[in-house]
């Protein structure tokens, strides 16, 4: 009878121990909402417990209109560009775009953009919350449109004889030469259009590389001389010398005879290359 008795202790003991389990605890948030340094919300969530509240379905992004979405945009102009924002602050300063951009393929990027207005209602800054969303972006952006070049004025080429301006082998202006220049800028002394003069002197191929070299530009220099002499600003000429490097005609034989000077006479010049410069300031 005894063992009969704790047999039953025993199993009452167990049924009611079965019947005190302690209760479950609560389930906790399943969503835990934080902030970045930037100001952007964290969501985290166990798979298959995000509500659809939290789902982000972004907006397509049309380049042309988020175009107007810069610093000194008012709220109106950004509400119009990007519609309602998903998220804004209580004061306003902030509003926070879902957008959508397309990647490679068939595959889209949903994309957190914020713009912060200052206490007027203006834009003061914009970003994106990740930097691959930036990009993404950027290579949306249309290619700037090519800076015209404008086409190079045209020169204008006066070519004087050498023979007339200065006796052989001189960098002296004759007389005649300086008949011969006043002729040729004759329509500069009126001209109304700002303009540059590259004065430039040639000789043929008697004598040293060297010396028709100086000599060339001797010459050059004594037609600036007297041409600023006759009223023309220096600051728009300038002079170079090309010795017999760059010859007009070619003439068989090296010795040095009147028949070889009279067919090198082309090729002892001096040129003026006369150039508008346009918007540049007249004399």
């Not at 957008?99 to 490679?104: A, E, G, M, N």
Request: with cysteine.
């Amino acid at each position: 009878m005894r063992i009969a008795t704790v047999a039953a202790t025993v199993v009452g003991t167990l049924i009611l121990a079965a019947c005190s389990a302690p209760p479950k605890s609560e389930p906790k948030n399943p969503v835990q909402i934080t902030q970045d340094p930037s100001g952007f919300q964290n969501i985290e969530a166990q798979v298959g417990q995000l509500p659809a509240q939290f789902l982000r379905n972004g907006r397509p992004l049309d380049m042309t209109r988020f175009a107007q979405v810069r610093p000194g945009a008012t709220r109106q102009t950004v509400v119009s560009a990007l519609g309602e924002p998903v998220q804004r602050s209580t004061d306003n300063r902030w509003y926070d775009y879902d957008l959508t951009l397309p990647l490679q393929g068939q595959s889209n990027l949903v994309c957190q953009y914020r713009v912060n207005f200052d206490a007027q209602g203006a834009v003061t800054s914009t970003q994106w919350r990740r930097p691959q969303c930036e990009a993404a972006a950027n290579a949306m952006r249309p290619a700037p449109a090519p800076v015209p070049v404008p086409a190079p004025a045209p020169v204008r080429t006066i070519s004087v004889s050498a023979d007339v301006l200065f006796e052989f082998g001189s960098a002296r202006l004759s007389v005649d030469g300086q008949r011969e220049l006043d002729r040729a800028i004759a329509p500069l002394r009126t001209e109304t259009t700002p303009y540059e003069v590259q004065i430039v002197g040639h000789t043929d191929r008697i004598g040293s590389v060297s010396a028709n070299q100086q000599l060339s530009l001797e010459r050059a220099e004594a037609v600036r001389n007297y041409l600023v002499a006759r009223g023309l600003p220096s600051s728009r000429l300038s002079v170079a010398g090309r010795g017999s490097a760059e010859p007009v005609v070619q003439c068989q034989g090296s010795r040095v005879t009147t028949q070889l000077k009279e067919c090198l006479a082309p090729n002892r010049r001096v040129t003026l290359n006369i150039r508008s410069v346009p918007g540049a300031r007249g004399r």
